[in-house]
């Protein structure tokens, strides 16, 4: 997951698929209205950097991730941000944040139901009284249609990049090998990521940031398949 192959061309699928700058708005937004002039953020699975990228324009960032080549990307946006490399269920900074959020789905990464509770508790724990929490769920379960074709392709600084694979159903989780063909003035290489994310409930992300001391609601807001779960931490 996340090795250097799909690091080095990362940026050029993933910012055509996602609007970074219009996701970072959106937390940006929420922190503003939900919490009381926060001025920090930690950013948990910030993979290679892009959110973080606008957010340090409104807040003094740090950001965490399991995958050391996504976070050497980072680094060479963020030399100002300071970066982690961590396990988002073990994760202990020492500090708290007025802001705690998880984008594009990092928490599905997850084994189970038992990680999903010990990552939950690690980002509560990190979030100051009064501070706001956003996590981006994958599909939840309930919505989750049992896997279907996903292809795209991408032109960017010279390179083409072609990526292909099915999604299917497993015990739970979703799965798929996604096959990248990579077009370069050298030559053309192929490699194969696989993703595995875990299909959690609704119900079961609420369980778990409740029992770890933030209770969290759903808002149709992000992408529109996945949504986001926000909360307030008490003072």
Request: glycine share 8%; aromatic share 8%; charged share 25%.
């Amino acid at each position: 997951m996340y090795d250097q192959q799909l690091a080095e061309v990362y940026d050029r699928v993933y910012c055509a698929l996602s609007d970074y700058a219009e996701n970072a708005e959106l937390i940006r937004d929420l922190a503003n209205r939900h919490g009381d002039r926060p001025t920090t953020l930690l950013d948990v699975g910030c993979g290679t950097g892009e959110h973080l990228r606008h957010l340090r324009k409104s807040f003094t960032c740090t950001g965490i991730d399991l995958s050391a080549p996504m976070l050497e990307v980072a680094r060479t946006k963020l030399d100002d941000v300071p970066l982690h490399e961590a396990d988002m269920r073990t994760f202990d900074l020492g500090r708290r944040f007025d802001v705690v959020c998880s984008m594009y789905s990092s928490i599905a990464y997850l084994g189970g139901l038992d990680d999903l509770r010990a990552a939950a508790a690690r980002l509560v724990a990190h979030l100051a009284p009064g501070g706001v929490l956003m996590v981006e769920p994958w599909i939840l379960r309930e919505r989750w249609d049992g896997g279907r074709l996903a292809s795209a392709r991408f032109e960017h600084s010279g390179m083409v990049i072609s990526r292909m694979g099915r999604w299917h159903t497993r015990e739970g989780r979703s799965l798929v090998d996604m096959h990248y063909l990579v077009s370069e003035p050298h030559g053309v290489r192929h490699f194969v990521d696989h993703q595995d994310l875990a299909l959690f409930s609704q119900a079961e992300y609420e369980e778990a940031f409740a029992a770890a001391g933030c209770p969290v609601r759903m808002l149709e807001a992000g992408r529109a398949d996945r949504g986001l779960f926000l909360g307030t931490m008490a003072r």
